[in-house]
């Protein structure tokens, strides 16, 4: 609830701007992986290590992010998992990820064609936060 609210503050301060909610420094100095693990608060590993959950909670399964995000209601801090490829979670009102294509830390940019987003994905929770 903390980190919802100082995300709500954060955002209301700096309209437009993810300046106080990312990094924004680019995908090399904190990639997916890193960038969820310290949003769900777990060790930094993998995305391929964060696909088997760790000490997380599985909310479920889903052969597509289109079918996760009809079935799941996300909530502040969610993992989501894409086949052991990449990782994202729900942050402040929205998926965030750390990729390339936006140079980092932001808004996930769902591609259904992009081979990081095909596939299975699971959905976690860390319930020690």
Known sequence: MIRLLTCLVAWCIVTGSYALVSNRDGYWRENCSEYAARIVGIGAESAGEMW??????????????????????????MLIA????????????????????????????????????????????????
């Open 82 to 129: 894409f086949h052991g490829a990449h990782v994202a979670v729900f942050h402040c009102g929205q998926v965030m990820d750390s990729d390339p294509r936006h140079n980092g830390v932001g808004p996930m940019q769902y591609d259904a064609g992009d081979s990081w987003f095909k596939g299975r994905v699971r959905i976690y929770v860390n319930d020690a936060n």
């Open 52 to 77: 088997n959950g760790r000490d997380l909670r599985l909310v479920g399964e889903f052969d597509s992010w289109e079918q996760a995000r009809r079935m799941v209601p996300m909530s502040e801090g």
